[in-house]
């Protein structure tokens, strides 16, 4: 179900860095064709050997990425194994995640969020008709292809990225550092991840893009399980028609939450390009 890549064809490079259970490099896929050498550039995700009991989900979360394509979902070239190693060999986007882009303080436009938001509906959208869950949706998944231009509004270009590590397969611990973006039914049955759960990540994803990529539990007085024992919401938007948006998509009873349909369109009747000057006059006056 996914292509395999023989690791001598695998060169590596600097290291980017850990996951929650891997190694990531950057590094180049090397091909042979009609005697001609293609050099591609490649993210290459080892499982952290502490981990590899978990390569079978590693592989799954490959072979979902390899059996669907979407131009907002990530390419996974292949797998490849070496040893004790398992290497997931991955397209190699330009600007990295998401959440440490907006971290770092580069001003972007309401229209250019909301493009962000527009694309990642879109690849739901897709999974939905696919009827495939992803998991694992949050704005570190989220990939930065191009930048476009981020205070004009000229238009941004994101990858979802891999699940990893099936949620079944995750301690307690680890759900709870999950939150607010695992819904609040998988805390209670981690194998019963549904569409809807994706919706609630959704939520969360857009909370943190209009909200400079921060941790959307800082500085709240209730964090990680009681957070959800008692219901809570993440602090709304001041644009209301928004935080009714993701309040939908974070319904605590799963059946209330919106189609993905649904969602794009209310992402449509938002605000759109050329507005930004009229939504931070009306964030003035609010
Ligand atoms: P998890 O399963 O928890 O998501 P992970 O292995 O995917 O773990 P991340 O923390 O999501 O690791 O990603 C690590 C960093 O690597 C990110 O901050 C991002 O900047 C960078 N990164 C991830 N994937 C790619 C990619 N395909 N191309 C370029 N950079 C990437
Ligand atoms: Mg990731």
């Not at 857009?206 to 399980?225: M, T, Y």
Request: with cysteine; proline share 3%.
């Amino acid at each position: 179900q996914f292509h395999m890549i023989k690791y001598e064809d695998l060169k590596w490079d600097e290291s980017l860095g850990q996951g929650s259970f891997t190694r990531n490099f950057k590094g180049y896929k090397i091909e042979i064709h009609d005697g001609k050498k293609h050099v591609t550039e490649v993210f290459l995700k080892e499982l952290d050997v502490a981990h590899k009991n978990c390569w079978e989900s590693f592989f799954e979360a490959a072979s979902l990425m390899s059996q669907i394509s979407h131009k907002h979902l990530l390419h996974v070239y292949g797998v490849s194994v070496h040893g004790v190693k398992n290497i997931m060999v991955q397209e190699f986007v330009e600007y990295g995640a998401l959440d440490l882009y907006l971290k770092r303080g580069t001003s972007v436009s309401v229209s250019w969020k909301l493009d962000v938001a527009k694309q990642l509906a879109s690849v739901l959208i897709f999974l939905e008709e696919q009827n495939i869950v992803h998991g694992n949706i949050c704005a570190k998944n989220l990939l930065l292809a191009r930048e476009g231009d981020p205070s004009q509004g000229s238009s941004p270009f994101i990858k979802l990225s891999d699940p990893g590590i099936s949620v079944v397969m995750l301690g307690q611990d680890v759900i709870l550092d999950r939150i607010p973006w695992v819904a609040p039914e998988v805390l209670e049955a981690p194998d019963n991840l549904t569409l809807e759960c994706d919706k609630w990540s959704f939520g969360a994803t857009v909370w943190e893009i209009f909200n400079s990529g921060n941790n959307p539990l800082q500085g709240l007085e209730l964090k990680q399980r009681k957070f959800y024992e008692s219901c809570q919401q993440l602090p709304p938007s001041q644009w209301t028609e928004l935080a009714d948006l993701i309040s939908q998509c974070m319904d605590y009873r799963a059946a209330f939450r919106p189609s993905c349909r649904s969602i794009l369109r209310q992402l449509n009747s938002l605000i759109t390009s050329g507005n930004d000057h009229m939504y931070n006059v009306i964030c003035m006056f609010i």
